[in-house]
């Protein structure tokens, strides 16, 4: 069974930044490439980042910049750290298996805010 963890999401004020975590169990997570994704009140899911398995990075355009996506293999973990924290930053934040078979697991994702 693939579990997908996420954490480190809070309440953050505008310029600030935060690090998430999701912790990937079920997989050999070495072997595949990760993605986050965000979904923001009243709108679809979105692409964020991505990352392969020999850690080649991928941006949306807009947040290329403030945002890095990385992975520890060692720890099956997958971060992203995001800087420059704007409020159209908020959000639930997901990780995400890119593999066709994969992509189906979800974790219960993350809660970003940015407000003053």
């Known amino acids: 069974q693939v579990q997908l963890v996420e954490s480190g999401g809070g309440l953050v004020q505008p310029g600030g930044s935060l690090r998430l975590s999701c912790v990937v169990s079920?997989?050999?997570?070495?072997?595949?490439?990760m993605t986050w994704y965000r979904q923001a009140p009243g709108k679809q899911r979105e692409l964020v980042a991505r990352?392969?398995?020999?850690?080649?990075?991928n941006y949306v355009d807009s947040l290329e910049g403030r945002f890095t996506i990385s992975r520890d293999n060692g720890k099956n973990t997958l971060y992203l750290q995001m800087n420059t924290l704007q409020p159209e930053d908020t959000a639930v934040y997901y990780c995400?298996?890119?593999?066709?078979?994969?992509?189906?697991?979800w974790g219960q994702g993350t809660q970003v805010t940015v407000s003053s």
């Open positions: 990352i392969t398995s020999d850690g080649s990075r």
């Open positions: 079920g997989i050999i997570f070495r072997d595949y490439a």
């Open positions: 995400n298996v890119n593999s066709r078979h994969l992509s189906i697991y």
